[in-house]
């Protein structure tokens, strides 16, 4: 498959760079505060899609502009064609071109390319976690003096919820955090270990799907059952080093909702 994947995401990451070096305000529309949306997007996900339905024509596919189109294979593909499309306006680096596959309930393989930062994350099932075509390591042991995580802060959840989120990191676990505005390279930052994990607090599926199966084959374990959660669902979770999900767990637990 990734004879297929790397330069497709190598074509949509040169297309969208095209795009951040010629950014000019009339390229840009809003939906609504903090969220803004780009010529880029749109035309990186028409891209992506069309490419994908001609060489999987019976999967189904995901994307945050186009939503769902349905397939008959029982996989979609979920795709996120800029994430952190608020630092990509701003003229930051910080963002990638994110293409997953989800089949049986589970997310199995995964590509980000962040052309601005030179960085393709690939890996899955049947396939080695690579890091610009060069094996990564399993995550490293947990240093709880020296624990960090990446932090997602959506605004699906509310505000009071994410500063007691960010609250319980520093004063109650003792752990520091960093937020980047963009999923994909602080999961790519917990594969290359500068931190521990990531709390998502708002994200979506395309935001995280092609670095999930990744991570895990890193060692990460996590406190999302994807089995039972929608893939349009806003997403609150932890991912990481053991120790370090079981650090933030309380986070979790505290808004799950009671199974009968």
């Known amino acids: 498959m990734f004879d297929i994947l790397t330069p497709l995401a190598h074509e949509a990451g ?8 010629q950014l000019a305000d009339t390229a840009i529309s809003k939906k609504g505060p ?3 949306v780009t010529v880029a997007d749109r035309a990186v996900e028409a891209l992506i899609t069309d490419r994908l339905h001609a060489a999987f024509p019976e999967d189904g596919i995901l994307g945050e502009e186009d939503g769902l189109t349905p397939g ?10 800029i994430d952190g499309t608020f ?32 960085l393709t994350l690939t ?28 932090v997602g802060l959506g605004r699906a959840i509310p505000a009071s919820e994410r500063i007691e989120m960010l609250r319980f990191l520093t004063e109650d ?32 599926a395309w935001d995280v ?4 199966p990744v991570l895990v084959a890193l060692g990460a374990v996590s406190t999302l059952d994807w ?28 808004h799950a909702v009671p199974t009968h």
């Not at 040169?14 to 070096?21: E, G, I, M, P, V």
């Not at 008959?72 to 064609?81: A, E, H």
Request: proline letters at 8%.
């Open 72 to 81: 008959i294979s029982g996989r979609i593909w979920v795709v996120d064609p």
């Open 34 to 36: 903090l969220d803004l």
């Open 227 to 254: 089995a039972s959660t929608p893939l349009t669902e806003k997403l609150r979770f932890v991912i990481g080093k053991p120790e370090l999900v079981d650090a933030c767990r309380p986070l979790i637990s505290k």
């Open 173 to 204: 676990a003792g752990i520091m955090f960093r937020c980047c505005n963009a999923s994909t390279i602080s999961l790519i930052e917990v594969a290359l270990g500068e931190v521990d994990g990531h709390v998502g607090y708002g994200e979506s």
């Open 87 to 118: 630092n990509f306006v701003r003229g930051g680096r910080q963002w990638a071109v994110s293409i997953g596959l989800w089949q049986d309930g589970q997310p199995v393989l995964g590509i980000i390319y962040a052309p601005a930062l030179g």
């Open 123 to 150: 890996g899955g099932a049947g396939h080695a976690p690579l890091l610009n075509g060069a094996p990564l390591p399993p995550l490293s042991p947990y240093l709880p003096d020296r624990a960090a995580v990446g």
């Open 14 to 21: 040169d297309l969208a760079l095209t795009h951040f070096r």
């Open 209 to 212: 799907m092609a670095a999930w």
